[in-house]
């Protein structure tokens, strides 16, 4: 599956950060943003870690690197486009996360690949295993922990929403063995889980129609690349039924949904510097194993929850990392 995004940017749009004279010598490397506005990347916690990341590697932005910040500013379908203009720029590394990984696979097969809290990489065939990618992708994934995570997710939302009563399940699934625990933790939690299996985008329509007429009163959010790729359909959908929704992602509270709870970005940020630092002195990607994440972050949408009128307990203010909206 896999947590986090897409990207535009016409040549206007490029930023290049530190040029300078002779600053046709210097590594070039991309980050590649989902959602904030371009003028906004330099400012966004995610490159601010990454950018910390270089520093503490010794690199500094201007002198020995360039770094190209582009963003796809949450539509996501401009991605294609954009890694096309950016692999004609001839730039060393490209840092990506979610979608914007699997559009820049689809626009180079030679310019490594620093994937962001990106999961299903190996199912998909993008690489070889966790251990050893083979090819011009590694990284760091974004999930870990499997039905225990996704039991705290339900956890959380119950925390959030306890009226709630029949959870919309949107994404790709699970086995019978999953379905099985994933439904009993939800019965712990006096939660009935309503599966709304949704792999395309054709079968976006019949994955809401099973949600409306269920009549679920939440929705879980499974962060998985058809999710990403129609966010702002499935936050409109919430809003417009009024559904209480957990995302996987940070990026669902950030368009307007309730909550996310998942890897800590900014510190899988941080840690892609080093991705960065070992390539440019000559590593190959495939022969850089992927890291999973060590630390998670509860992200709120104040303005949402108010919206819904929920109030959110002061126990699970004081627990969360990050609020939006």
Do not use: C
């Amino acid at each position: 599956m896999d947590r986090r995004s897409f990207l535009h940017a016409t040549a206007s749009g490029l930023l290049v950060v530190g040029w300078r004279a002779d600053a046709a010598a210097l590594p070039r490397v991309a980050f590649v943003h989902n959602n904030a506005p371009i003028s906004e990347v330099a400012d966004d916690r995610d490159y601010k870690a990454f950018a910390r990341g270089l520093r503490e590697r010794g690199f500094e932005e201007g002198r020995n690197i360039i770094v190209v910040r582009l963003s796809a500013e949450g539509r996501y379908d401009r991605f294609p486009q954009l890694m096309e203009e950016l692999v004609a720029t001839s730039v060393d590394v490209i840092v990506a996360i979610g979608p914007g990984v699997g559009a820049a696979m689809r626009a180079t097969r030679t310019i490594p690949i620093v994937a962001v809290g990106t999961d299903g990489l190996v199912e998909s065939g993008a690489v070889a295993s966790l251990a050893r990618p083979g090819g011009n992708v590694t990284g760091l994934t974004g999930e870990t922990g499997g039905i225990e995570l996704e039991t705290k997710r339900l956890q959380l939302l119950h925390e959030a929403a306890p009226r709630a009563s029949r959870v919309a399940f949107l994404g790709y699934g699970h086995d019978a063995s999953q379905v099985a625990s994933l439904e009993s933790a939800g019965r712990a939690l006096g939660q009935t889980i309503v599966w709304a299996h949704f792999r395309t985008p054709q079968d976006l329509k019949p994955a809401f129609a099973t949600i409306e007429k269920e009549r679920a009163d939440a929705l879980y959010v499974q962060g998985v690349p058809v999710t990403y790729l129609h966010l702002r359909d499935i936050v409109d959908l919430a809003a417009r039924l009024k559904l209480p929704a957990m995302y996987e992602m940070r990026e669902g509270p950030e368009q307007g949904g309730l909550m996310s709870y998942g890897s800590d970005l900014g510190d899988l940020f941080s840690r892609a510097a080093s991705f960065v630092d070992r390539i440019l002195k000559g590593a190959k990607p495939g022969d850089l194993p992927m890291e999973q994440p060590t630390r998670f972050e509860l992200v709120l949408n104040r303005g949402t929850a108010k919206t819904l009128g929920i109030i959110i307990p002061p126990t699970l203010l004081q627990r969360t990392d990050a609020f939006v909206g």
